[in-house]
């Protein structure tokens, strides 16, 4: 039997900001997904020099495993957690 992800690890969620400030990606649970599988939503949107998305390029879907592996890559290669975020309710 396959354990669900969710109670081993937390959906990453938030926005997160390129390095050279040009690209923003929001990362939401999915309301729609199974709670036991949980899919999470992400959104890449080019943005303004202080992070402000100003067109959505596009949106994905992703098991929580591979969230979790993008999230943690894009971290390792110096995207940033915006401090302030852009939706508090969403994010």
Not at 47 to 70: S, V, Y
């Amino acid at each position: 039997m396959i354990k669900p992800l969710q109670h081993k690890f937390p959906a990453p969620t938030g926005w997160l900001i390129s390095p050279k400030k040009n690209f923003v990606l929001f990362f939401i649970n999915d309301p729609k997904s199974h709670v036991t599988f949980p899919d999470v939503l992400t959104q890449l949107w080019h943005c303004t020099m202080e992070g402000i998305p100003t067109q959505l390029m596009n949106t994905k879907r992703l098991d929580l495993e591979n969230a979790i592996d993008n999230w943690t890559e894009l971290i390792t290669h110096g995207w940033e957690l915006i401090e302030h975020q852009i939706n508090n309710d969403s994010a």
